[in-house]
Nanobody, 116 residues
Framework: QVQLEESGGGLVQAGGSLRLSCAAS??????MGWYRQAPGKQRELVAT???????NYADSVKGRFTISRDNAKNTVYLQMNSLKPEDTAVYYC????????????WGQGTQVTISS
């Protein structure tokens, strides 16, 4: 079992920046990522990163968000720039597990609110 603890959410104005962090309770060698869920909407992928550093982004955040990880600290980050009101959501940290990365660990979520 892995515990994921997110931090860094908050309220910022449109155009501002936030940096989310997610600390895992032990080393993780599988892909990690960030997802978000806005009120009344399904949870959606924001960005993922493999242990080797390969990244994948949702089209809506490309060029604005950057995911990174520090394997020595068991931590994954999400740098969010040029934030928009539509980025408002609860952001969840995710870590895959299993032979085929079919399992999911989730953090409790951190609220990100962007005011216009």
């Amino acid at each position: 079992q892995v515990q994921l603890e997110e931090s860094g959410g908050g309220l910022v104005q449109a155009g501002g920046s936030l940096r989310l962090s997610c600390a895992a309770s032990r080393s993780i060698f599988s892909p990690m990522g960030w997802y978000r869920q806005a009120p009344g909407k399904q949870r959606e992928l924001v960005a993922t990163i493999t242990s080797g550093g390969s990244t994948n982004y949702a089209d809506s955040v490309k060029g604005r968000f950057t995911i990174s990880r520090d394997n020595a600290k068991n931590t994954v980050y999400l740098q969010m720039n040029s934030l928009k009101p539509e980025d408002t959501a609860v952001y969840y940290c995710n870590a895959k597990f299993g032979t085929f990365n079919q399992g999911n660990y989730w953090g409790q979520g951190t609220q990100v609110t962007i005011s216009s």
